[in-house]
């Protein structure tokens, strides 16, 4: 079954229903959405000669053409590739280049960037931008084509991810790992109904774009900002313009939403949910969300490698707040979603008991067929038919699964993935540098932020200006260590490993003495 069925479905059902909409205003309806999406497939066909498997990756923030791009693709039988705008060009090339995609749609910010790397990228045939005359000729071109029949297992989306080596890895993620995501939601997360919005605060290449299949499923609206990004007071406003509004959002979010809240007092009748995940949602954090802004609220755990679907804790559990164990549980990222068995594991891949830490496991119909072109990737994390996950917990009791630490020593912030080993290797590459080590140290606001203990050879000097220009110059800001730590030596253990767990103690000292000073 192709994903693009879903609008058909509700194209036919809902034709009048606002499908996507700008800021306060509807951009398209259900019907006409559907008419430019098949015009457009034929175009990608016809125009552009592509065919059933190739991929098309979109470069660009949040905007209506995220929405018809994706469907119009699927409808062809191509491979999406949403890809993070705030990376650097560098990166984007990599995505580009290893997914061997052969038409790239930009935003106008982008447009020059993605047509700049075209002399690299024998394969990038095109690059359009969505405001161009080439773009609206795609959807101007006859419906001549058929939606492409596709196998359960054909990719989709293909999502880009670090992995612990630095390299990027594209997940495949197929039509039935979509469709059954879709279907967990609302068995597990949250209800919605046909006229409901899900608003696109959150990076559509990312989460809340997953998001879109559940409400395009049942004719809800998407609303995409005027400005194209996370403004809390923006987010209010649309809250009033809209009805039964749902968001995707991280932790950080979530408290610059609260913050904004308690100030402002705004009115909340049209918000009905907001999904947080993406990193770490402390306690008292969530239970101050709770109070200031009611139980609105619902939380998901899950990967790229399973998109959105691994636990949730539902609004439910969230609201019980007379249960014996309610902090326990609100601490907790919830239960196994419905099309998912989850198992806390030892080294030998073996269920442990409950209480019990080990590494957290994952198999069910939601999980990545692989990795894109990567086998040796793919066997390690799918090995003996489970998705491991590098993240450690424990399940009390209840099923009631607790995250305890990332094995994999990946950052978390701002809802975005860094992997240490990626900024190490930039940093290694000044000639000045011998040593370096990256870890994540606790942000009030961010979650966590980048910290790089650096070792430089000796009689050697390095300022910290000329490793930050080394970073933007190869990867995105984000990704750039906040402040650097010169050290004689990195700690490490008997078989020369470095020991992160000893450089977060070190920061974690350093903020106990600032407390007492």
């Known amino acids: 079954m192709n994903i693009a069925t879903f609008l058909a479905r509700s194209a036919r059902t809902f034709p009048g229903n606002p499908a996507v909409s700008q800021g306060e205003s509807v951009w398209i309806t259900y019907g006409d959405l559907m008419r430019r999406v098949a015009a457009m497939a034929a175009g990608f066909r016809n125009a552009l000669g592509l065919i059933p498997g190739d991929c098309v990756a979109l470069a660009m923030g949040n905007c209506p053409q995220y929405v018809e791009l994706w469907y119009a693709a699927w409808y062809a039988g191509l491979i999406a590739v949403p890809m993070n705008a705030k990376l650097h060009p560098k990166e984007l090339e990599f995505i580009l280049q290893n997914s061997g995609t ?53 990719v989709a989306w293909l999502f880009y991810t670090s992995g612990t080596t630095g390299q990027p890895k594209g997940v495949m993620i197929t039509h039935r790992n979509l469709i059954c995501m879709s279907l967990a939601y609302f068995a597990a997360v949250d209800c919605i109904a046909p006229g409901d919005c899900l608003l696109h605060a959150a990076p559509m290449s990312h989460g809340s774009g997953q998001y879109n299949f559940p409400h395009m499923l049942v004719g809800a609206n998407q609303v995409i900002p005027e400005s194209g990004h996370f403004d809390p007071a923006e987010i209010f406003q649309l809250c009033r313009r809209w009805s039964g509004v749902t968001m995707f959002a991280a932790p950080t979010m979530v408290h610059r939403l609260v913050a904004h809240a308690r100030k402002h007092t705004p009115a909340l009748d049209g918000l009905k949910t907001i999904v947080y995940g993406g990193g770490p949602m402390y306690l008292q954090d969530i239970k101050a969300a709770l109070e200031t802004m009611g139980p609105r609220f619902a939380q998901i755990y899950g990967q790229g490698e399973s998109p959105m679907t691994i636990t949730a804790l539902s609004k439910f559990h969230i609201g019980a707040r007379n249960h014996p164990r309610y902090e326990e549980r609100l601490a907790s990222v919830g239960v196994a979603q419905p099309p998912v068995e989850v198992r806390v594991a030892d080294a030998q891949d073996l269920a442990l008991p409950a209480g019990e830490i080990g590494e957290i496991l994952v198999r069910g119909d939601t999980v990545m067929r692989g990795y894109w072109r990567n086998p040796d990737a793919s066997m390690e994390t799918l090995r003996n038919g489970w998705l491991h996950t590098g993240d450690v917990g424990s399940f009390d009791d209840d099923g009631f699964l607790t995250l305890r630490d990332r094995s994999k020593d990946m950052i978390i912030s701002g809802g975005s993935n860094i992997y240490p080993r990626e900024v190490e290797e930039i940093l290694l590459r000044h000639p000045a540098v011998s040593e370096v080590s990256v870890v994540g140290r606790p942000h009030a606001e961010w979650g966590e932020e980048v910290i790089a203990f650096v070792v430089v050879h000796d009689g050697s000097k390095v300022l910290e200006q000329e490793l930050d220009t080394l ?21 490490k253990n008997n078989y020369g490993k470095v020991l992160k767990t000893e450089l977060r103690a070190r920061l974690s000292g350093e903020a106990d003495e600032n407390k007492n000073r």
């Open 471 to 491: 970073c933007l110059d190869h990867i995105a800001r984000f990704k750039r260590p906040k402040s650097y730590r010169f050290v004689p030596d990195l700690p």
């Open 102 to 154: 052969k038409v790239c749609f930009a935003s106008s910010d982008l447009a020059h960037p993605m047509a700049s790397l075209r002399g690299d990228l024998p394969l990038l045939e095109r690059v359009i931008e969505v405001a161009s005359p080439d773009y609206t000729a795609l959807y101007r071109a006859p419906a001549d084509i058929a939606m492409s029949e596709t196998a359960p297992d054909d």
